[in-house]
């Protein structure tokens, strides 16, 4: 089945960490793919303690799109497309693939979205892939059997306090 974590709020990649290790805990390969992160947050240094979960990462890190320039986002584009593809031809190994941010990859059309609506509907039946970020489009919210909206009431980033190692990252 397909999931989807979205919004605003605190804990769409905690929820997917969670259902990572409850797989990876019950014998389930995972394949775990983050974009728009460096792989340094605490929630992946713990899963790389289990077995069972591979991760892969795009070989260009120029943090939030917000903050890219032209050019950071034309070779983000090139290195997510390209990571996209490499874990769209690994899928096949694995029972659980979780997308990180994928939601809104999607969105600033960072990957070849014919691409990955053809892999979710392909594979919707086979496997467990979990999709997170901000603003899904219409199409991935069709193609999903659970849709999960995060939504923030109250966060410390909005008193200038900055993200915190362990809570946030």
């Known amino acids: 089945m397909i999931h989807i974590y979205f919004g605003e709020g605190k804990g769409k990649t905690t929820a997917a960490t969670g259902l990572a290790a409850r797989a990876a805990g ?96 392909d594979n919707r039946e086979a496997k467990e892939i979990v999709l997170t970020g901000r603003d899904p489009a219409r199409q991935l919210l069709e193609l999903a059997d659970y849709a999960t909206e995060m939504r923030k009431h109250r966060h410390p980033f909005d008193r200038g306090i900055a993200a915190r190692e362990g809570i946030e990252y």
């Open 26 to 121: 019950s014998g389930m390969k995972v394949l775990f793919v983050q974009f728009f992160k460096d792989g340094s947050s605490g929630e992946v240094k713990s899963l790389k303690k289990l077995e069972n979960i591979t991760f892969l990462y795009p070989d260009t890190y120029n943090g939030r799109y917000a903050t890219m320039t032209d050019d950071q986002r034309e070779v983000t584009k090139k290195s997510y497309t390209e990571a996209m593809k490499k874990a769209i031809g690994m899928a096949k190994d694995f029972d659980l693939i979780v997308l990180d941010e994928a939601v809104s990859v999607f969105s600033y059309g960072f990957i070849d979205r014919d691409e990955l609506l053809s892999f979710l509907k």
